[in-house]
T-cell receptor, first 114, second 114 residues
Framework: GENVEQHPSTLSVQEGDSAVIKCTYS??????FPWYKQELGKGPQLIID?????GEKKDQRIAVTLNKTAKHFSLHITETQPEDSAVYFC?????????????FGKGTKLTVNP | ETGVTQTPRHLVMGMTNKKSLKCEQH?????MYWYKQSAKKPLELMFV???????ENNSVPSRFSPECPNSSHLFLHLHTLQPEDSALYLC?????????????FGAGSRLTVL
């Protein structure tokens, strides 16, 4: 089945710096890769996603890149702010027996220091 | 408010107790999910319901019993749990079952089994 590895598990940056979180997946047939942000005391919330026919997608300070050949994708946050502090999860859509499911990474705890 | 409400937010129970977690979504979605979130582990999919019919049960022990009386409500009945079942239980909903449909999560129910 699909396996998603996420690194690093924790990341601490200074306000204004950039943060990068990387994920690799095992099934080359996976074609949809969302990123979820979980703030303290809340459930995960989708912040950006990318499909396999696109190499990069941006939304203001957030961007995701996808390298299908290497089977890895990354989340880039520029000009980090304290409110970016949260746990970030990557995921890959995996198809098995006609059903689809999202397989999540273990999460990255991002801390932005003022 | 995310549109997915979970109660209770915190629950402490003994191994012989019977309790239930409740989830309600106000988004008009037709699929609902239970996930288990443990520290340093990926989100684990437990159950999936589509139009009130269970479509997936990911080898979850029988001490967890889901119920979906209608498309807006989802329950997780708990009995004779083990301490290793202590975790954050997240409910989610989506419009449709494909892995590319955005999951909207509730804030979770933090369960502690003594």
């Amino acid at each position: 089945g699909e396996n998603v590895e996420q690194h690093p598990s924790t990341l601490s940056v200074q306000e204004g710096d950039s943060a990068v979180i990387k994920c690799t997946y095992s099934d080359s047939a996976s074609n949809y890769f969302p990123w979820y942000k979980q703030e303290l005391g809340k459930g995960p919330q989708l912040i950006i996603d990318i499909r396999s026919n696109v190499g990069e997608k941006k939304d203001q300070r957030i961007a995701v890149t996808l390298n299908k050949t290497a089977k890895h994708f990354s989340l880039h946050i520029t000009e980090t702010q304290p409110e970016d502090s949260a746990v970030y999860f990557c995921a890959a859509r995996w198809t098995q027996g006609g059903s689809e499911k999202l397989v999540f990474g273990k999460g990255t705890k991002l801390t932005v220091n003022p | 408010e995310t549109g997915v409400t979970q109660t209770p937010r915190h629950l402490v129970m003994g191994m012989t107790n019977k309790k239930s977690l409740k989830c309600e979504q106000h988004l008009g979605h037709n699929a609902m999910y239970w996930y288990k979130q443990s520290a340093k582990k990926p989100l684990e999919l437990m159950f999936v319901y589509s139009l009130e019919e269970r479509v997936e049960n990911n080898s979850v022990p029988s001490r967890f019993s889901p119920e979906c009386p209608n498309s807006s409500h989802l329950f997780l009945h708990l009995h004779t749990l083990q301490p290793e079942d202590s975790a954050l239980y997240l409910c989610a909903s989506s419009q449709g079952l494909t892995g590319a449909n955005v999951l909207t999560f509730g804030a979770g129910s933090r369960l502690t089994v003594l």
